[in-house]
């Protein structure tokens, strides 16, 4: 089974905070995926990453950044947290095997950022 | 324009009834993926199929079925005799191949299965 583990199910932080948001995956995926969801709003992509070292923007990537050094590791960051940062985070991790493509996605962490 | 639209926002049953659960897609590809998650209260959203935009099979597994009607750009969801354990929100999500490997969610149907 695909396994992808989100480092904290619930985080509080303070505003102005550096947040880190670890992801990460046991299947050697190439991609991986940082969403954000709201009440309203759906998911929205953050940021994504085609392979190590590579990233790219996503729907919203204001206010974050995102680091993947190890392909099986993929973080988000907050620069400098702000309470409209508050949201549930998801991470999702996929293979571009042939017949494959599915996104499959850690257990998510809420953060509240005060 | 690609767009994934799950009209009904909330839905409301008893258990043991059946429900469908619609999704209508967008799309200008001719190769593309529709798939359907289901989010329990925990958060997590769990992978329940995968369709390639060349294969109108339906399918069935156990109590949930999929209808795919590419006449209609549908991939509606149904639940027969439903459990308080199928309560969720259920996304529907569209791949069309040819976008950078982004996934396109709908905005998510509420079910709630009442005892």
């Known amino acids: 089974d695909v396994k992808v583990t989100q480092s904290s199910r619930y985080l509080v932080k303070r505003t102005g905070e550096k947040v880190f948001l670890e992801c990460v995956q046991d299947m050697d995926h190439e991609n991986m995926f940082w969403y954000r969801q709201d009440p309203g709003l759906g998911l929205r992509l953050i940021y994504f990453?085609?392979?190590?070292?590579?990233?790219e923007k996503g729907d919203i990537p204001e206010g974050y950044s995102v680091s993947r050094e190890k392909k099986e590791r993929f973080s988000l960051i907050l620069e400098s947290a702000s309470t409209n940062q508050t949201s549930m985070y998801l991470c999702?991790?996929?293979?571009?095997?042939?017949?494959?493509?599915?996104?499959?996605f850690g257990p998510g962490t809420r953060l509240t950022v005060l | 324009a690609q767009k994934v639209t799950q009209a009904q926002t909330e839905i409301s049953v008893v258990e043991k009834e059946d429900v469908t659960l619609d999704c209508v897609y967008e799309?200008?590809?001719?190769?593309?993926?529709l798939f359907w998650y289901k989010q329990p209260p925990s958060g997590e959203l769990v992978f329940l199929i995968r369709r390639n935009s060349f294969d109108e099979q339906n399918e069935i597994s156990g109590r949930y079925s999929w209808n795919f009607q590419k006449s209609t750009s549908s991939f509606n969801f149904t639940i027969t005799a439903s459990q308080v354990v199928d309560s969720a929100v259920y996304f529907c999500a569209l791949f069309p191949y040819n976008q950078g490997g982004k996934l396109i969610f709908g905005q998510g149907t509420e079910l709630s299965v009442k005892p």
């Open positions: 799309t200008r590809d001719t190769t593309y993926y």
């Open positions: 999702a991790s996929r293979t571009t095997g042939t017949g494959e493509d599915t996104q499959y």
């Open positions: 990453s085609y392979d190590v070292k590579m990233k």
